[in-house]
């Protein structure tokens, strides 16, 4: 079994940061391609940024220049730094990954539980 768990949300004024962290737990062969993503009220599940294996990344535009992915492999966790917040970006935000369990076994795509960022003043 394997587990995202997502940390680090939260209120936050607009133009702060915050990052989030997206830890991987169970059976973890390797952590492949990740993404985020984000859903506000009444609007659809959007991609936020992703990142393949070989560490190519890429963002939505309302974002690029903001935020960043990145990870620690010895943790098994996936961050999204996020600066100068806006009110925009205030949304119930996911992380995604294709993770192989054991080296013989395809990937599968896992998700988190979701973690509230609310940018208001």
């Known amino acids: 079994q394997v587990q995202l768990v997502e940390s680090g949300g939260g209120l936050v004024q607009p133009g702060g940061s915050l990052r989030l962290s997206c830890a991987a737990s169970g059976t973890i062969f390797s952590i492949n391609a990740v993404g985020w993503y984000r859903q506000a009220p009444e609007n659809q599940r959007e991609l936020v940024g992703a990142?393949?294996?070989?560490?190519?990344?890429t963002y939505t535009d309302s974002v690029k220049g903001r935020f960043t992915i990145s990870r620690d492999t010895a943790k098994n966790t996936v961050y999204l730094q996020m600066n100068s917040l806006k009110p925009e970006d205030t949304a119930v935000y996911y992380c995604?990954?294709?993770?192989?369990?054991?080296?013989?076994?395809?990937?599968?795509?896992?998700w988190g539980q979701g973690i509230q960022v609310t940018v208001s003043s």
């Open positions: 990142e393949t294996s070989a560490g190519s990344t």
């Open positions: 995604n990954a294709r993770i192989k369990r054991r080296w013989f076994e395809s990937e599968a795509t896992y």
